[in-house]
């Protein structure tokens, strides 16, 4: 059994962070993670999610991908975190969630895991590096351990280049930004089984 376990927490619109955090899961379980992929809870009127095709077929299609808990947040060393930027900070169903992590913060669950974060948004320059930092922002708050993936691979280069971690446009999971996915997941891993 594995001393990595890692929560591969994503939110998804339309279905680009779920993708990519399916490749960061498999990447993660391919470098020895026992992992739960698990989305975050929809915080939008239903009426609004079903007046959207896109947004309701992805919902229907996540359904059956578990929420994420409280007890998946002790369960795991690690998070991973795929959400999408919303104005240039992350999005509110996300941040919903996490709002609601007081309790385990106060009682120090949250603190010596890793933490590491991907996202994605409309265009280049539409705030992925300011959503992964506030992202980061928090889980300082948490005392967890940032594992960004850094120029740690030639990858990230042709990926974009961001050191914060993996950032794609919408709807654009290339090739390219799988494989620095897969670097990320794969790097995180490794930092935290050297912590456990």
Known sequence: ????????????????????????????????????????????????VAGQDAWKAQAEKTADIPEVTHDDMEWANGYLFSVPTRYGVVASQARAFIDTLG??????????????????????????????????????????????????DPCLFEAGGNPYGTSAKAGEVTDEVKAAIRHQAKRQVELTAKLA
Request: proline share 3%.
């Open 103 to 152: 309790g385990l913060w106060f009682e120090g669950k949250l603190a010596n895991k890793t933490f590491s974060a991907m996202t994605s948004a409309q265009n280049t320059h539409g705030g992925q590096e300011t959503t992964l930092i506030s992202l980061y922002t928090t889980a300082m708050h948490w005392g967890a351990i940032i594992t960004a993936p850094g120029y740690t």
């Open 1 to 48: 059994m594995s001393d990595v376990k890692l929560a591969v927490i994503f939110y998804s619109t339309y279905g680009t962070n779920h993708q990519m955090a399916e490749v960061a899961a498999e990447a993660a379980r391919a470098a020895g993670a026992e992992v739960r992929l698990l989305r975050l809870p929809e915080t939008a009127p239903a009426e609004v």
